[in-house]
């Protein structure tokens, strides 16, 4: 079925927006108190990483453990990462996504980041060859986006079983101590891929048009 085309330019800007440059980076989405930024810019120190969270309490959590071990290649950002996406960054900008664990949306399946409109302005802003990582403990989940990976997206990607001693974050921690099995999607965006936002570029806090 196809999907109704995002509305990218009634985005208001976040509270407090600041743009960034065009240089490549990475993005996590939903990085809850940062235990998975903090390692991965600490392991990565050749990549940068831009960490979202919305909730204020994680933000806060993330921002001060940051503080504390300091790594020069992590920003984290107080925000709703859809108006914050289309509003900072570029066509073709981003290497890696991580969307690990998101709320599974069990009564608003639109909402599900594979189902989402949104979904396509997110592909337009990652560079060719580049990933998004999309990790789920609900077998369900990680099926329907699978599903939507083939037949709406048209996207190839790599299917995995998360190892049980893996602990990127602290729902993949409490996941697998469960005896849950996590799994992940890399999906990678080819040579040659188009979207209708491949030349839309960041509103930076321009006035948008008001949502009718």
Same mark, same amino acid.
């Given at each position: 079925?196809?999907?109704?085309?995002?509305?990218?330019?009634?985005?208001?800007?976040?509270?407090?927006?600041?743009?960034?440059?065009?240089?490549?980076?990475?993005?996590?989405?939903?990085?809850?108190?940062?235990?998975?930024?903090?390692?991965?810019?600490?392991?990565?120190?050749?990549?940068?990483?831009?960490?979202?969270?919305?909730?204020?309490?994680?933000? #806060?959590?993330?921002?001060?453990?940051?503080?504390?071990?300091?790594?020069?290649?992590?920003?984290?950002?107080? *925000?709703?990462?859809?108006?914050?996406?289309?509003? *900072?960054?570029?066509?073709?900008?981003?290497?890696?996504?991580?969307?690990?664990?998101?709320?599974?949306?069990?009564?608003?399946?639109?909402?599900?980041?594979?189902?989402?409109?949104?979904?396509?302005? #997110?592909?337009?802003?990652?560079?060719?060859?580049?990933?998004?990582?999309?990790?789920?403990?609900?077998?369900?989940?990680?099926?329907? *986006?699978?599903?939507?990976?083939?037949?709406?997206?048209?996207?190839?990607?790599?299917?995995?079983?998360?190892?049980?001693?893996?602990?990127?974050?602290?729902?993949?921690?409490?996941? #697998?101590?469960?005896?849950?099995?996590?799994?992940?999607?890399?999906?990678?965006?080819?040579?040659?891929?188009?979207?209708?936002?491949?030349?839309?570029?960041? #509103?930076?806090?321009?006035?948008? *048009?008001?949502?009718?």
């Amino acid at each position: 079925m196809p999907i109704r085309q995002f509305q990218a330019q009634r985005m208001h800007a976040p509270r407090d927006f600041q743009s960034i440059s065009p240089e490549p980076i990475c993005v996590e989405i939903g990085a809850g108190k940062g235990k998975h930024a903090l390692l991965f810019t600490r392991t990565h120190p050749e990549h940068k990483l831009i960490a979202i969270e919305r909730t204020r309490e994680k933000f #806060l959590a993330m921002q001060k453990q940051h503080e504390l071990e300091g790594q020069p290649n992590l920003k984290t950002v107080h *925000a709703d990462a859809l108006p914050w996406v289309v509003h *900072a960054l570029y066509p073709g900008q981003v290497e890696q996504f991580f969307v690990l664990y998101p709320n599974p949306e069990p009564h608003n399946p639109a909402q599900r980041w594979a189902n989402m409109p949104f979904f396509e302005f #997110l592909l337009s802003r990652l560079k060719t060859g580049g990933s998004i990582t999309l990790a789920s403990n609900i077998p369900e989940y990680i099926d329907e *986006a699978e599903q939507q990976m083939k037949e709406l997206w048209n996207l190839p990607y790599d299917k995995q079983i998360i190892a049980s001693d893996s602990a990127r974050t602290h729902f993949e921690i409490k996941y #697998l101590e469960r005896g849950e099995l996590c799994q992940q999607l890399i999906i990678t965006k080819p040579e040659g891929y188009t979207t209708r936002f491949d030349d839309f570029q960041p #509103l930076q806090g321009q006035n948008v *048009a008001p949502v009718e």
